[in-house]
């Protein structure tokens, strides 16, 4: 059964705006999952999420939203460096199940946190 209390994920939490998804894009860092690709710009005030889970990679949208969904959990629950991140999801995630999705966005998140805080 579902939790029935659900984590809001609000505005200020969230890259709405191309250009804002451009310059983590453009000049921020990279790193690659099995399932996701992060791209992550430091220096924002608080930790922002943007998901890019394209209709092509990822065609049936429950799975899309199934896969957004994991993305915003595994963020809110993660602690997060401030700045941008935006995760692209690659074809490959249309099969994965909850824990490998999981599995993997926790290493991505990890592995862009500094070392003094791990």
């Not at 430091?42 to 993305?71: E, F, H, Y």
């Not at 915003?72 to 824990?99: C, I, M, S």
């Amino acid at each position: 059964m579902a939790d029935p209390s659900p984590q809001p994920f609000p505005k200020s939490a969230r890259l709405r705006a191309a250009p804002e998804f451009q310059a983590v894009f453009k000049t921020g860092l990279k790193h690659s999952g099995v399932f996701f690709r992060l791209h992550f710009l430091p220096g924002s005030a608080s930790a922002r999420l943007g998901l890019a889970v394209p209709k092509k990679a990822v065609p049936l949208s429950v799975t899309r939203n199934r896969l957004k969904r994991l993305c915003r959990e595994a963020f809110r629950g993660t602690v997060k460096t401030p700045g941008d991140y935006v995760l692209v999801a690659y074809t490959r995630a249309r099969e994965a199940t909850n824990a490998e999705v999981r599995a993997d966005l926790g290493r991505l998140f990890s592995a862009m946190m500094p070392s003094e805080t791990l």
